[in-house]
T-cell receptor
Framework: AQKVTQAQTEISVVEKEDVTLDCVYETRDTTYYLFWYKQPPSGELVFLIRRNSFDEQNEISGRYSWNFQKSTSSFNFTITASQVVDSAVYFCALSEDSGGYQKVTFGTGTKLQVIP | EAGVVQSPRYKIIEKKQPVAFWCNPISGHNTLYWYLQNLGQGPELLIRYENEEAVDDSQLPKDRFSAERLKGVDSTLKIQPAELGDSAVYLC?????????????FGPGTRLTVL
């Protein structure tokens, strides 16, 4: 079973629309970390956010917001008023302890296309 | 502060040829990672270094892949000989240390095409 599931393979929205990218994870650890990365066409993964398992507060950063719900093992990402520059592949990732070291598992990514 | 540097950005080789990728992590970052990213997939860990020690290389195909991190700073990943299926993006990342609290920062990757 996949540890990180991003069911949406591709999403297209028109500029200024809001869009939510889903992420569902699976872990037996009580302490873990969740991440979102953005991968634009240039290829570099850009860190967006890190959330630990004990902090369920939602976070907002400009047009970006994240909804972490342990009850449903979800860590969804919403972009408000999308822009063309938001077009990229977005990856959700889970970090768990593996023998004292962190092991990060990435989802398969959601490709977001924002149409002008 | 400079980010993770990788070179080359692109490499095209014929099968059975050797190839090497270089990575310089963010200054002060003790942990370095090499990932493989196939088209349409997320990155998959190949090897992780704590300083100069490879602490997790369980996913590295050791018959043809090798890596080193001399002096615990920059690192080289080598494939010899390359196969058609090795065509992918090879990403390098670094973090301050190995704890789960530390974020991994990625380089731009090397896109390898094996003909």
């Amino acid at each position: 079973a996949q540890k990180v599931t991003q069911a949406q393979t591709e999403i297209s929205v028109v500029e200024k629309e809001d869009v939510t990218l889903d992420c569902v994870y699976e872990t037996r650890d009580t302490t873990y970390y969740l991440f979102w990365y953005k991968q634009p066409p240039s290829g570099e993964l850009v860190f967006l956010i890190r959330r630990n398992s004990f902090d369920e507060q939602n976070e907002i950063s400009g047009r970006y917001s994240w909804n972490f719900q342990k009850s449903t093992s979800s860590f969804n990402f919403t972009i408000t008023a999308s822009q063309v520059v938001d077009s990229a592949v977005y990856f959700c990732a889970l970090s768990e302890d593996s023998g004292g070291y962190q092991k990060v598992t990435f989802g398969t990514g959601t490709k977001l296309q924002v149409i002008p | 502060e400079a980010g993770v540097v990788q070179s080359p950005r692109y490499k095209i080789i014929e099968k059975k040829q050797p190839v090497a990728f270089w990575c310089n992590p963010i200054s002060g970052h003790n942990t370095l990672y090499w990932y493989l990213q196939n088209l349409g997939q997320g990155p998959e860990l190949l090897i992780r270094y704590e300083n100069e020690e490879a602490v997790d290389d369980s996913q590295l195909p050791k018959d043809r892949f090798s890596a080193e991190r001399l002096k615990g700073v920059d690192s080289t990943l080598k494939i010899q000989p390359a196969e058609l299926g090795d065509s992918a993006v090879y990403l390098c990342a670094s973090s301050l240390d190995h704890r789960g609290t530390d974020t991994q920062y990625f380089g731009p990757g090397t896109r390898l095409t094996v003909l």
